[in-house]
């Protein structure tokens, strides 16, 4: 049974970090995608970064956040993380992570059907 849990938001001042965990278990990992999402009040939910465990951790970021976000995946301790640097007021929202197994695309949101219970991330100017 696939579980997922986040941690780690918090609220910040423009240009500040944080860095986001998602503690992960019973992921198949040879077979799945795993990504962090966010959705604003009003907005539609939207991938952040991806990352893709068969393809050698291969990644890939929203342009919104590229240069200032990295995701990073440890299967030995079953972590999903987000490092947030240059956080920009746009960045708040409700932060997911969520795991598509079987992955196809791995970067649709229709695909993930797995998901954590949500971390809020809001930055102030």
């Known amino acids: 049974q696939i579980q997922l849990v986040e941690s780690g938001g918090g609220s910040v001042q423009t240009g500040g970090s944080l860095r986001l965990s998602c503690a992960a278990s019973?992921?198949?990992?040879?077979?799945?995608?795993m990504g962090w999402f966010r959705q604003a009040p009003g907005k539609k939910r939207e991938g952040v970064a991806y990352?893709?465990?068969?393809?050698?951790?291969?990644?890939q970021y929203h342009d919104s956040v590229k240069g200032r976000f990295v995701i990073s995946l440890d299967t030995a301790n079953h972590t999903l993380s987000l490092q947030m640097n240059s956080l920009k007021p746009e960045d708040t929202a409700m932060y997911y992570c969520?795991?598509?197994?079987?992955?196809?695309?791995?970067?649709?949101?229709?695909?993930?059907?797995?998901w954590g219970q949500g971390t809020q991330v809001t930055v102030s100017s």
């Open positions: 990352v893709f465990p068969d393809l050698g951790d291969n990644t």
């Open positions: 019973g992921v198949p990992y040879n077979k799945a995608c």
């Open positions: 969520a795991t598509a197994v079987p992955c196809y695309t791995g970067t649709r949101l229709g695909e993930y059907a797995y």
